[in-house]
């Protein structure tokens, strides 16, 4: 299992123009999928349905301080394996291209965003459980992240 921050620098090193929103969006993505294609976190989060869409709380206060600004390019070494790697760039090669906004606009039409939200709770956790059979049913865009995986 990868660490918040370890993740975190393999996001900031392959994608650029990514605020703390954009970032919310794409570590919760990553996650959903490694849950659904491999039946583990990727690393120990939880995502709350927030306003703008799922947020890992721990991941948002690190990055808070940058707004809507963009946040650096992470240039550093990343102690992460190759398998990792590839398949969190099997996922930004699916969704690291849309706008932050566009990011919630596609969260807010998802099953676990809308059953978490709908709970009248603030910031509900999104279940894994959820997330894990909603993103099954997702053939199309399963199947892209395989293929990428596959190479």
Not at 8 to 30: M, R
Not at 75 to 101: M, P
Request: aromatic share 14%; net charge positive; proline share 2%.
């Amino acid at each position: 299992m990868l660490t918040i921050e370890s993740l975190t620098n393999v996001i900031l090193s392959i994608c650029d123009d990514v605020s703390n929103k954009k970032l919310q969006k794409l570590a919760y993505y990553i996650y959903a999928w490694h849950m659904t294609l491999y039946g583990v976190k990727i690393a120990n989060m939880r995502f709350e349905a927030w306003e703008h869409g799922p947020v890992c709380r721990n991941l948002y206060n690190k990055y808070r301080h940058y707004g809507w600004s963009k946040i650096p390019t992470y240039k550093g070494f990343v102690l992460v394996d190759d398998e990792k790697i590839r398949f969190i760039q099997s996922v930004l090669n699916v969704y690291g291209d849309f706008s932050a906004d566009e990011l919630e606009a596609m969260t807010h039409k998802e099953l676990p965003w809308i059953e978490a939200r709908s709970t009248n709770v603030a910031n509900a956790v999104i279940s894994d459980i959820t997330i894990k059979t909603f993103y099954l049913g997702q053939n199309e865009i399963k199947n892209k992240i395989i293929g990428f995986i596959k190479g």
